[in-house]
């Protein structure tokens, strides 16, 4: 099948995984390894991360909520300190793919955001690097947010919602993403999927999908 699009995640695909500042906050602060990803992945599809990352919930309902959830699990954490851990650095190799992959094919973004403070897709400033989420943004030919679309992955509707504002099939498409469970929906709309789990091997990958040079 010949490749038409490549979709990319943002978060923890072109900047760096915030899990990584998760566990720097976890260890800080006394509690245990992956805490914070455990609170995020209990009731995934309704918890307080979910809501908020679909605006349903205004950021200090999702403090208190947070709140709550991580207190049931033992270690009450306020929403509002995760909010900033969120922001990461740039990876300018990838940044680099997908402007190889512009010249090209045409290339969205879905990202799971929030509307309050840094979300998943900010960028933290990296000397002379692209340090505005606005010029990264600018070089998609759609964005998806789900703070904007009032939907979030893993919802199969957001990959199709994709496909069709870029007026592409499914099968034609790459998708990027840093978590198995966004994969898998894109998978089973036909999509080939790369998991973005060390950057190097993940651009080898995507070169060998779209058939060209992406670094």
């Not at 270690?75 to 990461?88: C, H, M, S, T």
């Not at 600018?138 to 009032?150: P, T």
């Amino acid at each position: 099948m010949t490749i038409a699009a490549v979709i990319w995640d943002f978060g923890g695909v072109l900047t760096d995984s915030p899990f990584v500042a998760f566990n720097r906050y976890e260890r800080e602060n006394g509690l245990p390894q992956n805490f914070l990803r455990g609170v995020n992945t209990r009731n995934h599809l309704e918890n307080a991360w979910a809501r908020f990352e679909r605006n349903e919930i205004d950021l200090n309902q999702f403090d208190s909520a947070f709140r709550k959830e991580s207190a049931a699990l033992g270690y009450p954490v306020n929403g509002k300190d995760v909010i900033p851990l969120l922001a990461g650095n740039l990876r300018q190799p990838m940044v680099s793919a997908l402007k190889a992959c512009k010249a090209r094919l045409k290339v969205g973004c879905i990202t799971n955001n929030v509307a309050a403070g840094n979300g998943p897709t900010s960028i933290k400033g990296d000397g002379g690097l692209v340090d505005s989420v606005a010029l990264v943004f600018a070089l998609f030919d759609h964005v998806i947010e789900s703070s904007k679309a009032g939907l979030r992955k893993p919802d199969p509707q957001i990959y199709q919602m994709a496909c069709d504002a870029l007026g592409v099939a499914p099968p034609n498409t790459v998708y990027l993403d840093d978590l198995g469970i966004n994969l898998k929906p894109a998978r089973d709309l036909g999509m080939t999927t790369i998991k973005v789990i060390d950057p190097d091997v993940a651009l080898e990958e995507l070169g060998a999908a779209v058939g060209f040079p992406v670094r």
